[in-house]
């Protein structure tokens, strides 16, 4: 089909179009084929463009806007870059100059630290120096002090060595001497031991109420000193006044109740081990004998003598203390 129109047209009839004769006098040619005519459409309409003209108006402007904005916004940041850039080259230029003092401070404090060290090891090489005059002096002094002492100490033995000499002789001397006093201690020794067994011998016997044991009593100082000078036991004297309190006598306390001079005999209680016992109307010399938790002797009380409201004695106490089981 063709869009163009034919140049000839056709008649509208229903038969075929008879031959029309060729020209005279020119040559013939065989006529070409005949097609039958082509129907003519007219192209569509167009359609309208008035609503296009506003929409492109309108992208113009939103375009003419963009621009506008996207350039206020490029002078914002740069400005923005501008004062960035200010300020860092104003902290660099600030850390520059802070670099500077440091700078100049750090070399000074080198140069300053430098020369006291020159300055310092100049005074140790000078003290060194001085020092090692100064040892030098002190060996030679102490080698004539050494020298000084072993002069000194050879005189001083020489003198010594003649005074052990003169303290021998006097020594042998002495030993004489003290051979006839040894001689005459011993007999001392011998008269002072029989009189002590006659002592001993003396003392009156009392059956002890704990264990049954008969013991040696002290009647008066003077056989007292004899039992000390046996050593058995220990023996504490005491004078004890008759009070509301008692009184201390070695380890245990001892409180004077009543006494009777005329019948001799007398009333005490004892506190030892926080213990409180009495002893009622005891007699004159009579061995009081209890036990503590310090020994596994008894300890014992004697009363040598009864005045009013006063009695006087001893404790005699175990030589050997340990704790009960």
């Given at each position: 089909m063709s869009i163009?129109?034919?140049?000839?047209?056709?008649?509208?009839?229903?038969?075929?179009?008879?031959?029309?004769?060729?020209?005279t006098g020119t040559p013939q040619y065989a006529a070409p084929p005949q097609y039958p005519p082509t129907a003519y459409y007219a192209p569509p309409p167009e359609p309208s463009s008035g609503w296009k003209i506003p929409v492109l108006f309108v992208v113009v402007l939103a375009l003419i806007g963009a621009n506008v904005y996207l350039y206020m916004q490029l002078t914002?940041?740069?400005?923005?870059?501008?004062?960035?850039?200010?300020?860092?080259?104003?902290?660099?230029?600030?850390?520059?100059?802070?670099?500077?003092?440091?700078?100049?401070?750090?070399?000074?404090?080198?140069?300053?630290?430098?020369?006291?060290?020159?300055?310092?090891?100049r005074?140790?090489?000078?003290?060194?120096?001085?020092?090692?005059?100064?040892?030098?002096?002190?060996?030679?002094?102490?080698?004539?002090?050494?020298?000084?002492?072993?002069?000194?100490?050879?005189q001083q033995l020489k003198s010594d060595i003649s005074q052990v000499k003169d303290a021998a002789d006097s020594a042998n001397t002495k030993i004489t001497q003290v051979g006839s006093d040894v001689t005459s201690v011993k007999g001392d020794v011998a008269a002072t031991r029989s009189e002590l067994e006659k002592t001993v011998a003396d003392l009156k016997r009392a059956t002890g109420e704990l264990d049954g044991h008969s013991e040696l009593i002290a009647t008066n100082q003077k056989e007292l000193q004899a039992l000390r000078t046996l050593g058995e036991?220990?023996?504490?004297?005491?004078?004890?006044?008759?009070?509301?309190?008692?009184?201390?006598?070695?380890?245990?306390?001892?409180?004077?109740?009543?006494?009777?001079?005329?019948?001799?005999?007398?009333?005490?209680?004892?506190?030892?081990d926080d213990k409180k016992v009495e002893k009622k109307d005891r007699v004159l010399n009579e061995p009081l004998q209890f036990m503590t938790s310090k020994s596994k002797q008894p300890y014992e009380i004697v009363v040598n003598d009864i005045k009013k409201d006063n009695i006087a004695g001893y404790l005699a106490v175990p030589k050997v203390l340990n704790t009960r089981n």
């Open positions: 163009f129109p034919n140049p000839s047209p056709t008649p509208q009839s229903g038969g075929s179009a008879a031959p029309q004769p060729a020209p914002n940041v740069k400005a923005d870059l501008v004062k960035a850039s200010d300020a860092a080259q104003a902290r660099l230029d600030k850390l520059e100059e802070a670099t500077s003092v440091t700078t100049r401070s750090n070399r000074r404090t080198v140069d300053e630290l430098r020369d006291q060290l020159e300055r310092a090891r005074q140790a090489n000078l003290a060194a120096g001085e020092a090692k005059e100064e040892a030098l002096k002190k060996v030679e002094e102490t080698r004539t002090q050494l020298e000084a002492a072993q002069q000194q100490q050879a036991r220990n023996y504490v004297e005491f004078n004890i006044h008759k009070s509301k309190q008692a009184q201390r006598v070695g380890d245990i306390s001892v409180l004077l109740r009543n006494t009777d001079p005329k019948r001799n005999r007398y009333t005490i209680e004892l506190t030892a």
